[in-house]
């Protein structure tokens, strides 16, 4: 190609131009780390979420605990300002409901008929007896308001906002702001009291802030880390700044162009900027440096047109190992693209195209700009070199180093080739080690797990999980293909078996909130105050028959002829012939029971101790616990109907001589109840499909994937035949992510190394190249894996990055170092005088461009997200590793074996 001065200022024009384009549309980019947006569109986790969405409503929620240093939360001002926060975000934009101490429902039973009131009376003035009717009413159904309304120890509370699914990022992030102020604004005139908010729409803000302050601080740091081995490297201003500003230029055109196709930025693509940076000026250094040792060959350059061709010459001859450098880089950044995982995609896109980028700037920009350069800035650089050559050698020599075969090189190649058996003995020992810490890696995608234990929403987040129910969660959708399939007695007793079975082998829930939790406090209210007759049940059935044959008969529906005719085809559930309590239990066998025997009368201690002795017996002997005891208690007094606090099964209690006359009864409680199961049910009377919202106190995906797979196998074996289940959710979200990441990472390795393969067997006209060369890569990312396995990192999503950047820039040692020998290969068959010259000319090379990218990496190591830091190491460490195999593995492979392409002029 032609160099010239015109040629140079179209080229700068034009490259100024694209870069302030691409600059002014980088601040229109957009973040995202919403997990439910990580997922291909047709993924089976990712359709159920939707269907789950579509079912039971939206599942994206804030969680917003706050707590006073006093005795209570209970107080009139406390539950006031809990209030007016509750009211002012139901009216915030894409908030769908809010579910708070101050709108929970309360079911129960008076005067014979269902009642569904607020938990709290209103107003509410926080007397005494106010504070203790509530706290009545919470342990009458504990389950359903200590750990996820209020605390234990009654000193906090927690609302639970939940979020609309088609909210973007910005809106996001615009409601957590308001949350925060509208918080912030009702708690600043009470004293003692705190906030803490969790949930995904906050990691998924917090992930967003940290990513401003990390292209805030790291781009800089990385800048100032370049051009510091840049300057080492030439120890001029030019050699310095060129490839620097190629690089630089190249980033913004990378990022300007995701802005502009409305690719967003996420926690894995926000290293682009540190990754192009580092490893793109590679390409400017490998141009500048052979553009002056082509100079300080070339006699005295005296005019401008002898210093373009020089320019064109260098330029020249290292074209080809560059654009095979870069090729064989795009290729490692590229295998990441069969990932499923949408960030993963976005980071093989547009890291490949960024290098591509990177080489069409440097190949024009950095000679554009010498072309420019002075003759007499040239002829300066000239002598400098001269002189600096004879200073060099004259400094060596005075310190009784030789520059020749018996150089410092020869004696590297010396100590390998005396020691190639300890060699290869040692380097099976790291192997071995490697295998080992990988059987120690853990895979994990848990969102929490990237930010440090010490940050803000780190400890809001484990203090929620440790003080109340949970902060992550999924759900066990139960599907019984029918309508009103739910209503069944058979799967309604399996699915509380299942929450028992759950929560008694997994520590980790926090709590299970079921449909059949609902079925039984509505059993239970109807029972209230009951007093039970000895009887027998099937004479029960026969005497009633009458009275009680629509409403337990078997029919498919539970609107009657008569029923549709009232009110236009609505039952009055206020009309008499309404169910009450009466109604319910009229019929009911409890033979001997002691509430039936003892109730009204003055108990003696005989009868006090025969009712402690049953309740002890039923609550499991010795081991039993005092809330087990009391549970036992109050059912054979059937306190509050306690004694009914089940799923209506046994027939011997209930006026039905079949366990199918039940579904019916189930039926006219769904009826009764005014209340919205919308949540749990996909149907208010009749529903064919359920779900069990599980809460877990850890985010640990082996432990989620462990409570789904026990309660898919308890399903299996014990749910009636019809019924499915399956689960879904955020949580169940991030266990497929999991498995994601085992199959995204088998198979970006498996095609980087095929690409690797093919390029070097392309190259060099044999397989066996391809074979040799991919060996010390194989040994570096081995290495890399055996690492992380003993040093406790965890392989998620980010870190899976490291395997794809080894490859792309570690083949780089590998082809530099190959194509050397090859050369050396072809001006002698003397193996050692081979080797010595390709470390000679190699290793330098090598070293410093492993030390440059390294360094470069290591700024990561200042991010904010505890995953990135380990990323900065790993690829630090990474680059150590494979520079150093090519240098060692590879000489020795390739004298051992001698392969024939070697010798071959191509």
């Known amino acids: 190609m032609k160099y010239g001065k015109n040629y140079a200022y179209t080229v700068i024009m034009v490259i100024a131009a694209i870069t302030v384009l691409f600059g002014f549309m980088i601040p229109k980019i957009d973040m995202d780390n919403e997990l439910r947006h990580f997922f291909p569109e047709k993924h089976p986790s990712n359709i159920r979420f939707k269907q789950l969405t579509a079912d039971f409503g939206d599942q994206y929620a804030m969680d917003i605990v706050i707590e006073t240093k006093e005795d209570t939360i209970l107080r009139s001002d406390y539950v006031a300002a809990v209030k007016n926060i509750s009211e002012e975000l139901a009216l915030v934009d894409n908030v769908v409901k809010v579910r708070s101490l101050t709108n929970i429902e309360f079911i129960t039973a008076k005067d014979g008929s269902l009642v569904v009131e607020t938990l709290l009376p209103e107003p509410f003035s926080g007397t005494a007896a106010e504070i203790q009717a509530i706290k009545q009413k919470i342990f009458e159904w504990p389950h359903a308001y200590l750990g996820t309304i209020i605390s234990d120890n009654f000193k906090g509370v927690q609302i639970v906002v939940?979020?609309?699914?088609?909210?973007?990022?910005?809106?996001?992030?615009?409601?957590?702001?308001?949350?925060?102020?509208?918080?912030?604004?009702?708690?600043?005139?009470?004293?003692?009291?705190?906030?803490?908010?969790?949930?995904?729409?906050?990691?998924?803000?917090?992930?967003?802030?940290?990513?401003?302050?990390?292209?805030?601080?790291?781009?800089?740091?990385?800048?100032?880390?370049?051009?510091?081995?840049?300057?080492?490297?030439?120890?001029?201003?030019?050699?310095?700044?060129?490839?620097?500003?190629?690089?630089?230029?190249?980033?913004?055109?990378?990022?300007?162009?995701m802005a502009v196709l409305g690719e967003p930025l996420t926690i894995v693509s926000s290293c682009l900027p540190v990754l192009l940076i580092a490893v793109g000026s590679a390409y400017g250094i490998h141009i500048v440096n052979h553009y002056y040792q082509h100079l300080e060959m070339q006699p005295l350059i005296t005019s401008q047109e002898c210093h373009c061709t020089a320019?064109?010459?260098?330029?020249?001859?290292?074209?080809?190992?560059?654009?095979?450098?870069?090729?064989?880089?795009?290729?490692?950044?590229?295998?990441?693209?069969?990932?499923?995982?949408?960030?993963?995609?976005?980071?093989?896109?547009?890291?490949?195209?960024?290098?591509?980028?990177?080489?069409?700037?440097?190949?024009?920009?950095?000679p554009a700009l010498l072309v420019l350069k002075p003759i007499r800035l040239v002829q300066k650089q000239q002598n400098r070199m001269k002189m600096h050559v004879v200073k060099q050698t004259a400094r060596l020599a005075a310190l009784g180093i030789k520059i020749d075969e018996k150089g410092f090189t020869h004696k590297i190649y010396l100590f390998f080739n005396r020691h190639r058996t300890g060699f290869i003995i040692m380097l099976l020992v790291i192997i071995s080690l490697s295998i080992w810490g990988i059987h120690q890696l853990n895979i994990e995608s848990a969102f929490l797990e990237y930010f440090p234990k010490n940050s803000e929403i780190r400890e809001g987040v484990s203090y929620i999980d440790d003080h109340y129910v949970g902060s992550t969660g999924f759900s066990l959708l139960i599907d019984g293909k029918k309508k009103g399939a739910l209503c069944n007695p058979e799967i309604l007793k399996q699915m509380d078996d299942l929450s028992g079975f759950l929560t008694d082998n997994y520590a980790e829930i926090g709590t299970i909130l079921s449909f059949s939790d609902f079925i039984k406090r509505l059993n239970q209210v109807m029972h209230k105050d009951m007093l039970p007759e000895s009887f027998d049940a099937a004479e029960a059935v026969d005497e009633n028959s009458q009275?009680?044959?629509?409403?337990?008969?078997?029919?498919?529906?539970?609107?009657?002829?008569?029923?549709?005719?009232?009110?236009?085809?609505?039952?009055?559930?206020?009309?008499?012939?309404?169910?009450?309590?009466?109604?319910?239990?009229?019929?009911?066998?409890?033979?001997?029971?002691?509430?039936?025997?003892?109730?009204?009368?003055?108990?003696?201690?005989?009868?006090?101790?025969?009712?402690?002795?049953a309740a002890y017996a039923q609550s499991g002997g010795k081991n039993v616990t005092l809330p087990d005891f009391m549970t036992a208690l109050q059912k054979e007094l059937n306190y509050n109907g306690a004694a009914y606090d089940e799923i209506p099964y046994d027939i011997s209690k209930y006026p039905v001589a079949h366990r199918e006359e039940l579904k019916n009864l189930i039926s006219q409680y769904l009826l009764l109840y005014s209340g919205s199961l919308d949540d749990l049910v996909d149907e208010q009377l009749e529903p064919s499909k359920t779900r069990m919202q599980i809460m877990m106190r850890v985010h640990d995906t082996g432990k989620i994937k462990a409570v789904i797979n026990a309660a898919e196998q308890y399903a299996q074996q014990h749910f009636p035949e019809g019924y499915t289940l399956e689960a879904s959710g955020l949580g169940e979200?991030?266990?497929?992510?999991?498995?994601?990441?085992?199959?995204?990472?088998?198979?970006?390795?498996?095609?980087?190394?095929?690409?690797?393969?093919?390029?070097?067997?392309?190259?060099?006209?044999?397989?066996?190249?391809?074979?040799?060369?991919?060996?010390?890569?194989?040994?570096?990312?081995?290495?890399?894996?055996?690492?992380?396995?003993?040093?406790?990192?965890?392989?998620?999503?980010?870190?899976?990055l490291v395997a794809a950047i080894a490859i792309g820039i570690g083949i780089d040692y590998t082809v530099h170092f190959m194509n050397n020998y090859h050369k050396e290969r072809l001006r002698t068959d003397d193996l050692t005088v081979v080797t010595v010259n390709t470390l000679q000319l190699s290793g330098k090379a090598i070293m410093v461009n492993a030390a440059s990218v390294g360094f470069g990496f290591v700024v990561l190591c200042f991010s904010r997200f505890v995953v990135l830091r380990f990323v900065g190491f790993l690829v630090a460490v990474v680059m150590l590793t494979g520079s150093v195999a090519a240098m060692t593995i590879l000489p020795v492979l390739l004298n051992i074996f001698k392969p024939r392409f070697m010798a071959v002029n191509r």
Do not use: H
């Open 733 to 800: 979200l991030e266990t497929a992510m999991t498995s994601m990441i085992i199959d995204s990472q088998v198979s970006s390795l498996l095609l980087a190394i095929v690409i690797v393969f093919c390029i070097l067997s392309l190259y060099y006209r044999s397989p066996i190249a391809g074979l040799i060369g991919a060996v010390p890569l194989g040994i570096s990312i081995l290495m890399n894996f055996g690492i992380m396995g003993l040093a406790g990192i965890n392989l998620d999503m980010v870190t899976s």
């Open 162 to 257: 939940t979020l609309s699914s088609i909210c973007t990022p910005s809106e996001i992030s615009a409601l957590y702001n308001n949350t925060v102020e509208i918080v912030k604004r009702n708690l600043q005139t009470l004293n003692g009291m705190s906030y803490k908010i969790a949930g995904d729409p906050v990691l998924a803000e917090y992930a967003t802030l940290f990513m401003y302050a990390d292209l805030r601080n790291l781009i800089p740091l990385i800048t100032v880390v370049v051009l510091f081995c840049l300057f080492l490297s030439f120890k001029n201003i030019e050699g310095t700044i060129l490839p620097l500003l190629a690089v630089l230029i190249s980033t913004v055109w990378t990022i300007g162009t």
């Open 311 to 366: 320019v064109a010459e260098s330029l020249k001859e290292i074209r080809a190992p560059v654009l095979l450098a870069g090729i064989t880089t795009i290729a490692g950044f590229i295998s990441t693209i069969t990932s499923p995982i949408k960030p993963l995609k976005s980071f093989a896109t547009f890291s490949a195209y960024g290098i591509v980028i990177e080489l069409v700037v440097a190949f024009l920009l950095i």
């Open 547 to 613: 009275a009680t044959e629509s409403f337990f008969s078997d029919t498919e529906s539970f609107f009657t002829d008569s029923d549709a005719e009232q009110d236009g085809g609505m039952t009055d559930v206020s009309s008499p012939d309404r169910l009450t309590v009466q109604s319910v239990s009229s019929a009911v066998s409890e033979p001997s029971s002691f509430a039936a025997r003892y109730r009204g009368k003055t108990l003696t201690t005989d009868d006090v101790m025969e009712l402690f002795i």
